[in-house]
């Protein structure tokens, strides 16, 4: 009875957010520097756009917001396990050194070839995300081999992962002391979260990752309700703990490298959409994670929208434009909940 | 976390055991006295490094028998040791801000950071740069400190005016959120402006604007803020080991919390209006502390301070020499140096159970 209106709640929380995503993908599809009638969007969304619209719409806009669902949705669920396999509520891809690890190999890239990239040169687009997956990679083999001592201990991930965190941070800073300002800026606004690769290539690059991952994920939620109880229990229940978190763990930082290889440095999004799903469907994984997926897609085409658009033609980071959105509502579900 | 409260009470436990607390004692005190030996040799020493070398016997002099006819002296009176001291204040300041947050909101992650002070004082730092242009260095420091006095008390009002009352957990994360919130619009109104690049160099920190003014604030808040704190430091290991615990024990949680916050936010408020947000030390150097001297807060409040002024001294000096006559970020060097210490106590944590 308890299971089956916990059920009801997820499939009607779940076709609300649906529904405004694509409500909003609707909405910002007119929105930009080139302005479309909803009529002529739908026109060309059936195929009978002109060629100016087709190419503003179908090669520029939707590809980037079709991204902006998959990273949001990433990021949520990849901050979703980490939250629970270390049993902190602070845990998000950012604070453990996963973003600090792209962060690192994009400012590498920048600096290495410094000033002979004016502008993104075609190279460029295809190299930095590729940098950037591999820099996140390392940094998650540093941590879990630095973090591994005959097993894995939630409190010592956590730990070696502030760790790993700093040593990335302090080399970003000292590389990018040294830059030239346009380099500098070009990095300021990638660290801050920026999604660029707006082509479909891009796009299916990381599409079949995510639909792969995320599904293994939520199936993965029972092992995730047991992890958060604590390695004690998690034993006792017969779980082999090591290779389930090893499991998910792998999971949550490769969907966490493909986001930052596309977005960039955000933060905070992986930290707020699994607490806004917990907040509202409680404990449980099966429950938590679509929901926490779905919020994250939401926030993310959100902020992409007024970063592009509320000081057009300036882009505000769509990183920036995540915390001053979500921040006032998730401090006000912390006010309301107890 | 609650693996953390368990591992906090095992080891409070141990504590307990007299044969453990009379080695303890030794281990303890005798860390205590070399790091204050090392503290002082390290003040010296980077006393006496600079642009111009400078013997440590003349340091001496400048100091005891001060000439001001000699220009080595004068670079040491109005330059060097201000300087150093200042290192010295703010690194304790942020190390026991840092051990006062991590014991009472019982999260390995918090950190000054949390409490909204650097993003609130960055804030504050932005909106002078953009439209006071011409505010001088001291009335950039006291916006800086009221902008973190802001931050700080709107996450406090937070937490306390949610349902149930503050606790750690929700503290933390309204911490988190006003804070990312504050740094946001920061980065916002800098890449806006093209302040951006003055604002990365107060982001990382550093100490070459310290001067005697700045010294004498620091230390009477210091003084003050890490007696305070020394004498809360049993109220914070038992609020340490859970607020139920500690109601049950009958303490005034909501006294020692609220005094806490109050000194937390005076040191770490004094340093970043100081020296900026010299990150890594608030987090790390409390853990390092506490795999040395374990989880008592007597112990671990003083010897934070005494760790935390070390690193911060000896990075000061490293960052002037490793690219004379420029300066690297002070923030970066402190992480260079201590994250391979960090990591390697790190690893031994967990063994010991």
Known sequence: ?338 | MREGNAILVSRHLDTKNENNKGRKLVRNSSLLVISIILLILFIGMSISVGAANIKLSTVWKAVFQFNPNIQAHQIIQEIRLPRTLGAALVGAALAVSGAILQGITRNPLASPSILGVSDGAAFALVICLVYIPTATMAEQSVASFIGAGIATAIIFGISALAKGGVSPAKLALAGVAISSLFRSITTAIALHYQVAENMSFWYAGGLSKVNWQGVSILSIVCVVGIVIATMLAKGITILSLGEEVSKGLGQNTFFVKTMAFIIVLLLTGAAVSVAGPIGFIGLVIPHITRFIVGSDYRWIIPASALLGAILLVLSDSVARLVNAPFETPVGAITAIIGVPFFLYLARGEGSRR
Not at chain 1, 135 to 153: E, H, R, S, V
């Open chain 1, 1 to 338: 009875m308890k299971i089956n209106t916990k059920q009801r709640k997820l499939v009607k929380i779940l076709s609300i957010m649906v529904l405004l995503v694509i409500l909003l993908l609707l909405i910002s599809l007119n929105l930009g520097v080139v302005k479309i009638s909803p009529m002529n969007v739908f026109q060309t969304l059936i195929g009978n756009g002109t060629p100016k619209d087709q190419f503003v719409l179908l090669e520029l806009r939707l590809p980037r917001m079709v991204l902006a669902i998959l990273i949001g949705a990433g990021l949520a669920v990849s901050g979703s396990i980490l939250q629970a396999i270390s049993k902190n509520d602070l845990a998000e891809p950012g604070i453990i050194g996963i973003n600090a690890g792209a962060g690192f190999a994009v400012v590498l890239f920048i600096f290495t070839f410094q000033g002979t990239m004016t502008g993104l040169s075609a190279l460029g687009i295809w190299l930095l995300p590729i940098f950037a997956f591999l820099g996140a990679l390392t940094a998650a083999a540093l941590i879990y081999i630095l973090a591994w001592k005959k097993g894995i201990n939630p409190i010592r991930l956590v730990l070696v992962g502030i760790g790993v965190n700093s040593g990335f941070g302090a080399a970003i800073t000292i590389m990018q002391i040294k830059m030239n300002p346009q380099d500098f800026m070009k990095a300021a606004v990638w660290l801050s979260g920026d999604i660029w690769g707006t082509n479909w290539n891009f796009v299916i690059a990381i599409l079949p990752w995510f639909i792969l991952l995320i599904p293994y994920a939520i199936w993965k939620s029972h092992t995730l309700n047991i992890l958060s109880l604590g390695d004690q229990l998690a034993i006792g229940l017969g779980t082999s703990v090591e290779r389930e978190r090893l499991k998910v763990l792998l999971v949550a930082v490769a969907i966490a490298g493909f986001c930052v290889a596309a977005g960039g440095g955000i933060s905070f999004l992986g930290l707020v959409a699994p607490h806004i799903a917990r907040k509202i469907m409680g404990p449980k994984h099966q429950l938590i994670l679509p929901v926490a997926a779905i919020i994250g897609s939401f926030i993310l085409l959100l902020s992409d929208a007024i970063g592009q658009n509320l000081l057009s033609p300036t882009q505000i980071s769509v990183g920036i434009v995540v915390a001053i959105i979500s921040a006032p509502y998730f401090i006000y579900l912390l006010m309301k909940t107890n």
